[in-house]
């Protein structure tokens, strides 16, 4: 068999496994698009005054973890999605870094 193709025949393998994949996870997906909708509709459904007391805890959890997210990067972990809970090198992180910017 020539390198060419061994090498398409290796693509091909490599994609079908993507593709598998890809498949295995659309139900996971559909299930969580479902589940998502489910939410909005619930809290769409509460008075005003508990879908404010509702938001506001969701925000109030979404800061605690990026604080502690910013606390395990000081104290010298990834954070960022390629490296996660590993050690830090020498430097600063991009990855990280970009991570945490709240803009």
């Known amino acids: 068999m020539s390198q060419l193709t061994q090498a398409l025949t290796e693509v091909e393998e490599k994609l079908n496994s993507l593709i598998e994949e ?17 939410l909005k509709r619930e809290l769409c459904a509460l008075p005003e005054k508990e879908r404010s007391r509702v938001i506001a805890n969701a925000e109030h959890i979404q800061g605690v973890a990026h604080d502690n997210l910013e606390r395990l990067y000081q104290e010298g972990f990834h954070v960022c999605h390629l490296h996660f809970g590993q050690p830090l090198e020498e430097g600063d992180c991009l990855f990280c870094m970009g991570f945490l910017r709240k803009d």
């Open 22 to 38: 890809v498949q295995s996870l659309l139900p996971y997906v559909k299930s969580l698009e479902e589940e998502n909708a489910r």
